[in-house]
């Protein structure tokens, strides 16, 4: 139980254009989901918090018009990279909330912006 | 801003040793996590603790929360090549869900 799907898997985009991924949680309910970035070698670096119905909450130094996310219903969540640039080149993961403490991450969405 | 410092950043040891990660902070949380992630997929949860001093137990995984609840450690005894990856230990500030991740410690076990 308690699995989240991360859609796609790997993007190759060109810079200027705008890259959706989606995050579902399949067999429960999430009215939390998390927003993650990782660099080469390095840790998660917890982008925004995606509320069910509302608007998502963004950490100090992330764009909110650059990460547009979206929590339109308790099962998905998405992530739209507005004009991407190359440095927006990263790995992406979501994660998801079920019960006080349990949390399942996706396999996460390795972005390229040539 | 939360920080969580984990030591060593890397750690390279042979089949059968044992090993200590830490994970450290000047702030109080409210539970801490840890996971392992291998390259290229999502960090997958091995545990959370929530009391100050609790030790919880995964097979050869030791888990044990710092009393003031500021640090954790993980001990792993007999690491085999299939404990290779990168560990992460990540914090709830107090009255919340929203975990911080600490800086990962890379493991690799040779055979």
């Known amino acids: 139980g308690a699995v989240v799907s991360q859609h796609p898997s790997r993007v190759i985009c060109k810079s200027g254009t705008s890259v959706k991924i989606e995050c579902r949680s399949l067999?429960?309910?999430?009215?939390?989901m998390f927003w993650y970035r990782q660099f080469p070698k390095k840790s998660l670096m917890l982008m925004a918090t995606?509320?069910?119905?509302?608007?998502?909450?963004?950490e100090q130094g992330v764009e909110k018009d650059k990460f547009l996310i979206n929590h339109a219903s308790l099962t998905l969540s998405t992530l739209t990279v507005t004009s991407a640039h190359p440095e927006d080149s990263s790995f992406y993961i979501c994660?998801?909330?079920?019960?006080?403490?349990?949390?399942?991450f996706g396999s996460g969405t390795r972005l390229t912006v040539v | 801003t939360q920080l969580l410092e984990q030591s060593p950043q890397f750690l390279s040891i042979q089949e059968g040793e044992n090993l200590t990660v830490y994970c450290n902070s000047s702030?109080?949380?409210?539970?801490l996590q840890w996971y392992r992630q291998e390259p290229g997929e999502g960090p997958v949860l091995l545990v959370t603790?929530?009391?100050?001093?609790e030790v919880k137990k995964l097979k050869r995984l030791t888990f044990q929360f710092g009393d003031a609840r500021k640090d954790s450690s993980l001990h792993i005894t007999a690491a085999q090549p299939g404990d290779t990856g990168l560990y992460l230990c990540?914090?709830?500030?107090?009255?919340?869900?929203?975990?911080?991740f600490g800086t990962g410690t890379r493991l690799k076990v040779l055979a």
């Open positions: 994660s998801a909330s079920w019960g006080d403490y349990g949390y399942t």
């Open positions: 067999d429960f309910q999430a009215t939390t």
């Open positions: 995606s509320n069910e119905g509302s608007k998502a909450t963004y």
């Open positions: 702030s109080v949380f409210s539970s």
């Open positions: 603790v929530v009391t100050g001093g």
């Open positions: 990540a914090g709830a500030a107090l009255g919340t869900y929203k975990y911080i």
